[in-house]
């Protein structure tokens, strides 16, 4: 049986804001959430990769959770990252989440000392989704980041014994087959998300219905076409625009992808400023460069400044 909560058409993964020194600026939420809303995104993933979630003490988190809330409840839904290597500390943030009234919950699979098994990955999970029982757990599965490539539908099928709340997961691999078969597994009863934006086009051929991405965040309105020129059938607009896209990537990829992305924000006039360590921020000429590439692309929700 279908899922009766989904996350549907484009999830953004919002950055988290930091002042120049690297102190956190909350502030700096309220217009990125006013442009996303523009922009037509249903949704935020808050705190995941994009987010630097790992890079952020457990108080941080819970700022910018709280912040969100305030600022976009009911407007977007609010899937809040709570995965963190300490089982307790997720716990906790799940539990806060559920207080804060978000709309769904995720977590990623332990990245220092990994599960070896899909049994000690669900039981690894068993007590963060108990910790906030009312709303749906979604598992994301990364792993370029995490090294834990356990076969995603094994999980769900698993853990859906273990987790009631397990409602589907965020599926950022370029493995479509195995996204296929999560999509098929008992007859639909899992939300799969998809998460890698330059193949949004690829995951909607296979039937996904949502998508959280980093560079949602500026260039949604591409993506929406994407979408839009799929659903008429107008299959030669949709891959002209998902190749956009591609060229847009492949250009952030090109400096270094994460503090890249994150520049860009800058650029359409909505600053989240610099990168915490270990990432680096880009260089004065490298941020000329990378705008001189993306300009005659002219997919973004905002002109490039």
């Avoid at 009312?134 to 490539?149: D, E, G, H, R």
Wanted: glycine share 6%.
């Amino acid at each position: 049986m279908p899922p009766t909560f989904r996350l549907t058409g484009l999830i953004a993964a919002p950055f988290t804001p930091f002042h120049a020194d690297g102190r956190l600026n909350p502030e700096a939420i309220s217009p990125m959430a006013e442009m996303l809303i523009e922009a037509g995104v249903s949704g935020v993933f808050v705190c995941g990769s994009t987010g630097e979630g790992h890079s952020l003490t457990v108080a941080e988190r819970r700022t910018i959770a709280e912040t969100w809330v305030k600022i976009a409840r009911k407007r977007l839904k609010i899937v809040l990252h709570v995965g963190h290597n300490s089982q307790s500390e997720a716990a906790g943030l799940a539990a806060n989440a559920q207080t804060l009234g978000v709309d769904a919950i995720s977590a990623l699979a332990p990245s220092y000392y990994k599960p070896k098994t899909v049994n000690d990955l669900v039981e690894f999970f068993v007590p963060i989704a108990a910790a906030a029982p009312s709303l749906p757990f979604y598992y994301y599965n990364i792993p370029s980041m995490t090294a834990v490539s356990l076969p995603t539908p094994d999980i769900l099928r698993e853990g859906k014994k273990r987790i009631p709340t397990l409602n589907g997961l965020k599926f950022t691999h370029n493995d479509m087959m195995e996204f296929q078969e999560c999509l098929a597994l008992q007859n639909g009863e899992f939300d799969v998300v998809f998460g890698f934006d330059e193949m949004l086009l690829s995951a909607l051929a296979f039937g996904a219905k949502g998508a959280v991405g980093s560079t949602y965040n500026f260039a949604a309105p591409a993506y929406l076409r994407v979408i839009a020129a799929f659903e008429k059938g107008d299959l030669a607009t949709a891959r002209q625009e998902q190749f956009k896209c591609v060229q847009m990537i492949r250009a952030l990829i090109g400096i270094n992808f994460m503090p890249a992305a994150k520049s860009v924000m800058s650029m359409i006039g909505v600053d989240c400023g610099p990168v915490r360590s270990p990432l680096t921020p880009i260089t004065a000429r490298e941020y000329d460069t990378l705008r001189e590439r993306l300009k005659p692309l002219d997919i973004f929700t905002r002109p490039l400044r």
